[in-house]
């Protein structure tokens, strides 16, 4: 009997009476997938201030003043992003929508690992790196992850200097109105995307997984809340830490990768 079996029994059980769960999500759930959480030890935000790469303001400034360190970091995460693939975990949820059970997934993160996963339902509140939006006309444009960075890898190598001007000139075009486009992710200051489904979504749910998040970034940390206020049973997955200590029905220690999988086993 594994350390924590009879959480994922109990958990098991809520979900298997469930025609009506959400996920909500975040960068944890795809730590097993070697893309790098912001908050943990040797974190993003640890390497790089979130004040300064986390805004666009920010970004064009510490571009400006250090391009250096920026783009060293930032082509370690083009490697992450392009050796990434979907890991058990994102995979358990897809097989929880398919076996009925998992209604919506409700993502923090940006890196469309769900989407290949196979989720039909999936709002992501901070936006998704791999789709673009134009900066005039707003339309949107999804990009192969793979193919793109690829590109991005080659062109950034040949650029004469990591100044704005250069790096602009590796901006999609709009299709429609020719003009630069940027990835459709949400930075500090921004509004977040989809907030009135997510919330519905939460509202709704009677049972939510609340997977590999830390809950400090809101709005999206209150959705746990939210369904625990209309009725909702609780379930965080996070090997480290329960940021809804005081809300949690059933708190399973252990990675996404590993729990999940497990609790699709024991209601198979
Ligand atoms: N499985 C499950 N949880 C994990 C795993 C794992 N394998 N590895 C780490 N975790 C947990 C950590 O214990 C931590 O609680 O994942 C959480 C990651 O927390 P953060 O790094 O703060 O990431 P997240 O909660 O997604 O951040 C929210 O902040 O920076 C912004 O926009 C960004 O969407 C992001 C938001
Ligand atoms: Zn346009």
Redesign the pocket.
Known sequence: MGSYDREISAAAVILAETKKAAAFC????S??SGIS????PG???ERIN?MEA?TSGGLISSLAKNPEKLMGIFFELLEAFEKAECNP?HLALADLEKMGILETVIT???DNLQNEAGSGNIIEM?GNLFRMACLSCGRKKKLDRKPLILYLKQTLRNLKDYSLESLVTLAPRCDACGSIMRPDI?MFGEAVQDLPRAFEAGQDCDVMLV???????YP?AELPFEAKRKGADIIV?????N?FEEITDVYIP????VALPAIVDKIK
């Not at 975040?26 to 759930?29: A, E, F, Q």
């Not at 959480?37 to 943990?40: I, P, Y």
């Not at 252990?254 to 990768?257: A, D, E, F, R, Y």
């Open positions: 975040g960068s944890g759930v730590a097993e959480t912001f908050r943990d974190g993003i935000w979130p986390g975990g923090q993160n940006v901070h949400v997977l590999g998040t830390s809950g400090v970034v999206a997955i996070n090997p480290n830490e940021p252990m990675k996404t990768g």
